[in-house]
């Protein structure tokens, strides 16, 4: 990116952050990695009510929708960290595996761009990490 495109992205989204203070001040110190504790991994059945065949018995299960999804998120440049580290965690609860994960992930970089693919494995293997963390304490 050039730096004039840099700088008018940067004076677009300082805009942005004032229009929202005036709208709604509330929202100044709105912490989008704290949301992300409002939403854990949902329970396997729920996952599949939910995204699975509830809807469509014939269609995709949750896993391969959650899969799909974690692939657009890639694509889009792994832009939106939150909802790409929500989706890593659901597809897990749905069944879907590390190895899965981070291969669709790699898929992606033919559409996404390698830096792209990189972002989102770096989000997938803290993801991963926390799952262990997460996995051993609920053992101790």
């Known amino acids: 990116m050039t730096d004039d495109l840099t700088k008018f992205f ?16 509330a929202l100044e110190n709105l912490d989008m990695k ?19 065949k509830t809807f469509n018995p014939e269609g995709l299960d949750a896993r391969t929708r959650l899969l799909v999804t974690v692939a657009a998120l890639t694509v889009l440049g792994a832009q939106a960290d939150v909802q790409l580290r929500m989706t890593i965690r659901q597809a ?6 590390q190895r899965e994960i981070a291969e669709v992930i790699w898929q992606m970089s033919m ?9 989102a494995l770096e989000i997938a293997q803290a993801v991963f990490a926390e799952t262990v963390k997460t996995t051993e304490e609920k053992n101790a």
Do not use: C, D, R
Request: glycine share 10%.
């Open 92 to 97: 897990l609860s749905a069944g879907a595996t």
């Open 111 to 119: 559409f996404g761009g390698v830096p792209a693919m990189q972002k």
């Open 34 to 52: 704290a949301f992300e504790k409002l939403f854990p991994a949902m329970p396997k059945e729920m996952l599949e009510a939910w995204f699975g």
């Open 10 to 25: 940067q004076q677009m989204m300082e805009q942005g952050q004032k229009i929202t203070a005036a709208f709604n001040p």
